[in-house]
């Protein structure tokens, strides 16, 4: 075999892994594995808005949901204007379904509330955050922890009403809504509205309890205890013990108003009560407006005093005084305008409102027979009035006049005002005596007095010298003896004495002449001629025959 046709083997070096990488790529594929196992079964991040760190610790303080654990705060910063905490808390894959736009955060602590002692477990354990679950499908990253437990779950069964007052702070947050005694509801939030400067308290009424919410139901602030004064003495009622011990809100129909339709919408608003005789004050929806024109003093008359007659109340006082008088008018000289309204309700059970113009007429056709009204007091240690109304006919005759386009119901001044004016005329009176011209006079009479006592001094002085005198004490004997001779000479003249006896025979004899004198004097009385021409002849009467 020759040389060119051998061939040259080639020897080329075997590739292979060196051992080396065996390590790093055991470590990457860990690596990958677990961050994939984290990623699987980590949960969302969600940032809660808290007014406050306290009792907050990053790693410790766990998020919980119905006691099982969900998530865990990792991050506590304050917000960028330092008014409130930002915490940002890892939760658990399972968690994710829970957070939804009407899930709710509240921080679990020992308090002291309506309902006892709650939260002591975290007395050792430390305070948690408690997670309620929504039910809405949107999601949602971000919440705002509150201040206290939710009185009712987003998705509880009931209805949510909304209370409007005047004033804030009547109702507290977990306050019970009371239905005849029973606790039907709570008070859900508080809050204040600006733009209506009303404060607003939102309710939720527990199912089936909120069909007992009508169209006209009427809602009124209960202390758990209701103390009245009647005629049989006083009377006491109470309420629950929690409605006595934290108060709430009690809802009703009145009597007599009806009940209107059941209320299905949530959010509807109904307007707080102070108590129930405001609500039956309130309801009185068909009133007639006067002004009344106060000559006296208003001072004790408040808004909402009493309008009656003979004792019975049949309007209200609206405003005192109704304005005051402007620059132009003269201030001394006005009347006090105070506004009332005469509510039909209470004289008539039901008087259709169409029928308003004619009762106003009337009633002020009364006011030309003495319809007046007047200011009386009702409580003498307050000095409260109201106005009492009632018949004076022998007032002056009524004149029709306005004030504001309102008629003026006729006034007259009370029985204090009318007392306290006659004492000052008494006063007026007595200041207009001429005092220093009567005291003179006075002086002079007393100086006069002085003088006739002493001239009576003297002449007791004078008798009683003259009585001690010999002389004088024999007068009594001599006017004893004068005494005993006429009692003599009267005897003389008693129905036994001849001298009585003589002048009744003298007196029977006058008679018998005055008897006999008769004739004559009624001759001369006839015809007084008589004595000097005679009496003239009389013929006997001739009788006249009748006619047929």
Not at 118 to 145: C, D, M, R, W
Not at 246 to 256: E, R, S
Not at 412 to 422: E, H
Not at 510 to 530: G, R
Request: aromatic share 8%; charged share 25%; proline share 5%.
């Amino acid at each position: 075999m020759s040389d060119d046709n051998q061939t040259t083997a080639q020897i080329k070096p075997k590739k292979q892994v060196s051992a080396i990488w065996i390590v790093p790529i055991l470590a990457l594929a860990m690596g990958a594995w677990m961050l994939f196992q984290y990623v699987t079964s980590t949960g969302p991040q969600i940032t809660l808005k808290l007014p406050t760190a306290e009792g907050i610790e990053v790693g410790k303080t766990e998020i919980k949901a119905l006691n099982v654990k969900v998530g865990v705060i990792t991050d506590v910063k304050l917000s960028k204007d330092y008014d409130h905490i930002i915490a940002t808390a890892q939760m658990n894959k399972d968690a994710k379904r829970m957070l939804s736009e009407d899930s709710m955060f509240w921080v679990v602590k020992p308090r002291i509330g309506r309902d006892g002692v709650s939260g002591l477990e975290t007395l050792l354990s430390g305070a948690y955050i408690q997670l309620q679950p929504g039910n809405s499908k949107i999601v949602k990253e971000h919440f705002n922890v509150l201040d206290i437990p939710p009185v009712a779950a987003p998705d509880a069964e009931g209805l949510r009403l909304v209370l409007t007052h005047r004033e804030a702070g009547k109702l507290g947050v977990g306050d019970p809504v009371i239905y005849k005694g029973f606790t039907v509801g709570r008070v859900e939030k508080t809050s204040f509205d600006v733009d209506s400067r009303r404060a607003l308290y939102q309710l939720f009424i527990f199912k089936p309890y909120d069909s007992l919410v009508r169209t006209k139901t009427h809602f009124w602030l209960t202390s758990g205890i209701d103390l009245q004064l009647n005629a049989e003495g006083f009377e006491v009622k109470f309420g629950s013990l929690e409605s006595l011990i934290t108060g709430g809100v009690t809802f009703d129909t009145i009597p007599g108003a009806g009940t209107g339709s059941e209320v299905t919408e949530n959010m509807t608003q109904f307007r707080l009560f102070d108590d129930v005789k405001q609500v039956r004050e309130g309801m009185y929806d068909d009133y007639i407006q006067f002004v009344m024109m106060f000559e006296e003093s208003v001072r004790g008359l408040k808004r909402k005093a009493p309008v009656e007659y003979r004792g019975l109340r049949i309007g209200t006082v609206m405003k005192v005084p109704m304005r005051m008088p402007t620059p132009e008018e003269d201030f001394s000289a006005k009347k006090i305008p105070v506004l009332v309204r005469i509510e039909l309700g209470r004289v008539y059970e039901d008087l259709p409102s169409t029928k308003l113009p004619m009762f106003k007429e009337q009633l002020k056709s009364e006011f030309a027979k003495g319809l007046r009204g007047t200011l009386k007091t009702g409580n003498l240690l307050t000095g409260a009035l109201y106005i009492d109304t009632d018949f004076y006919p022998e007032e002056k005759p009524y004149v029709p006049s306005q004030f504001e386009g309102l008629d003026v119901f006729p006034t007259k001044q009370g029985g204090f005002a009318q007392v306290q004016r006659q004492v000052n005329e008494f006063l007026t009176k007595i200041n207009r005596l001429p005092m220093e011209e009567t005291l003179d006079s006075l002086n002079a009479t007393l100086k006069t007095s002085e003088r006739t006592l002493a001239s009576a001094e003297r002449v007791a002085s004078s008798v009683d010298k003259l009585l001690n005198q010999s002389d004088t004490q024999q007068i009594p004997a001599d006017i004893r003896q004068s005494l005993q001779q006429l009692q003599k000479t009267l005897d003389g003249y008693g129905p036994n004495s001849t001298m009585y006896s003589e002048m009744e025979s003298t007196l029977q004899e006058l008679e018998q002449v005055m008897s006999e004198f008769k004739p004559v004097l009624k001759q001369l009385n006839e015809k007084p001629n008589s004595l000097v021409f005679g009496e003239d002849d009389i013929n006997d009467p001739i009788p006249v025959r009748g006619q047929k």
